[in-house]
């Protein structure tokens, strides 16, 4: 177990990186960065902390790092509903009729392929 002031130190580097790793969208390493600093949180969480300067730094970090995610997980919810609205055009063609009635037609798609001599 190493001493809260190591943990402080140790946290704050994992922060900077996890902030890097999110702004270069590489969710892999944020995934991977992940049990370490729950380790590193769980640690500190147990010792008496007397450096509030430095607890409130990390705060600050660890509010920051969440605003980061909060927006690359928008943005992962945007591209999905993005695509999902692409195969819903693709297979079909929504329109309205004199009636004024929303109606789809169902587009079939053929797959051939036609040679030519």
């Known amino acids: 177990m190493t001493n809260s002031g190591t943990a402080i130190s140790e946290l704050n580097d994992l922060l900077d990186a996890e902030r890097a790793a999110l702004l270069e969208g ?13 380790a590193l949180i769980g640690e ?7 450096d509030l300067a430095a607890m409130q ?3 600050r970090k660890v509010k920051r ?6 927006g690359a997980l928008d943005g992962i919810r945007t591209v999905a509903d993005r695509m999902q609205a ?6 079909s063609l929504e329109t309205y009729g004199a ?5 789809a037609i169902s587009v079939q798609s053929r797959s051939s ?4 001599a």
């Open 99 to 103: 009636d004024g009635k929303k109606r």
């Open 26 to 38: 590489d969710l892999e390493k944020v995934t991977d960065l992940l049990p370490p600093k729950e």
């Open 113 to 116: 392929v036609e040679k030519r």
């Open 57 to 59: 730094v990390l705060d």
């Open 86 to 91: 692409l195969r819903r055009v693709r297979n």
């Open 44 to 50: 500190m969480n147990g010792a008496s902390q007397t």
């Open 65 to 70: 790092n969440q605003l980061l995610l909060n």
